[in-house]
């Protein structure tokens, strides 16, 4: 059995966190994330807010900009739920016209402030775009080792790169085969920062050179740094599964985030029976060199470590950090000794 007992939400810890000590970056992303999700889960309440607002016109009845705020937030609740009907959104109407009822202001006053807070919505989302091409400008550089960015594949696709497809787009495209439809030894040489690709067929699995694991992967030619392992593959995991993973699972950011800060949701809430992009590796052994890479216990093995953990597309890569000779075990650095 290879390791990894760090590999559980490996990225939110080694891709997310450690990249950004004081944690600014993440508490940005999980804001933007947050809001990016409120905002279109609320177009549906919006939508039913303005036909509230007219009847209210046509009835005389009158509410201030406090009652119609409510209201909106009502129907973002509720549009969270149309999914499953529109129930929650006649719920949704009730309250926001009983709310109005209750009023104060004038129906002017209140269409005045909507539309403040669609100007000031506006502004804020142009100010989060600019910090995420701040953050990933050096994405054009090296497409792994860009520290601010959380996802440089959305900022190299935009900016024109072919890529490989996202774990979604593959995942969709191709089942439980979404690794052989990503397409990446292809796109990868025309990365910034990428080397050269390998294939499953470069490595070989034998016994081990760190003390107390009993296999690894060893190369059978010399690598030159910079190359890029195939892609960490298995089954994709659902969010309630991923809660409870093992320790040959790996988790993207974006999963790694979710687990964090909506822990409930995701073990056993409406996102606990979607797909997580969280990788469990332990049955895909064939055609599948990364399951096999061991990881470092100790401050004392880093001199060992040759491989760096990158991720592209919610999909995870090895990529070598230095030259590994022939036979050279490939060994990497989870995060959890910080070498």
Not at 55 to 82: I, K, N, P
Not at 118 to 141: F, H, I, Y
Not at 161 to 170: N, T, V
Request: net charge negative; charged share 20%; aromatic share 8%.
């Amino acid at each position: 059995q290879a390791c990894c007992s760090g590999f559980q939400l490996v990225s939110l810890r080694h891709r997310a966190m450690a990249r950004a000590a004081d944690g600014s970056t993440l508490r940005r992303v999980w804001r933007h994330h947050q809001a990016r999700s409120v905002r279109r889960a609320a177009l549906p309440g919006v939508a039913v807010t303005s036909a509230a607002a007219v009847a209210v016109l046509v009835l005389g009845l009158r509410f201030d900009s406090r009652s119609l705020w409510g209201f909106v937030a009502w129907g973002t609740s509720a549009a969270g739920d149309v999914v499953e009907g529109r129930a929650a959104g006649r719920r949704t109407l009730a309250a926001g016209l009983l709310s109005s009822l209750v009023a104060g202001a004038g129906p002017a006053e209140a269409a005045t402030t909507a539309e403040e807070d669609e100007a000031a919505w506006a502004q804020e989302q142009a100010s989060w775009a600019k910090e995420d091409q701040d953050d990933c400008k050096c994405c054009s550089t090296d497409w792994c080792g860009c520290s601010g960015c959380t996802n440089c594949h959305a900022f190299l696709k935009a900016n024109g790169y072919d890529l490989p497809l996202d774990a979604r787009s593959a995942y969709a495209k191709a089942g439980v085969q979404w690794a052989s439809a990503l397409g990446w030894s292809a796109a990868f040489p025309k990365l910034p920062g990428a080397a050269t690709v390998t294939a499953a067929e470069d490595f070989k699995v034998e016994a081990s050179t760190l003390p107390d694991e009993r296999r690894g992967l060893l190369t059978k030619a010399t690598l030159p740094r910079g190359a890029v392992l195939p892609p960490y593959q298995g089954r994709v995991l659902t969010f309630a599964e991923g809660s409870n993973a093992g320790k040959q699972v790996w988790c993207p950011v974006s999963a790694g985030l979710k687990y964090v800060f909506s822990p409930d949701d995701a073990a056993s809430g409406p996102l606990s029976k979607e797909p997580s992009f969280c990788i469990d590796s332990s049955e895909t052994t064939k055609g599948n060199p990364a399951r096999f890479v061991n990881e470092v216990y100790s401050v004392d093995q880093c001199k060992e470590v040759n491989l760096e953990i990158c991720e592209l597309g919610e999909v995870m890569y090895y990529r070598t950090t230095r030259d590994v000779p022939a036979g050279g075990e490939l060994v990497t650095d989870s995060g959890d000794v910080s070498c």
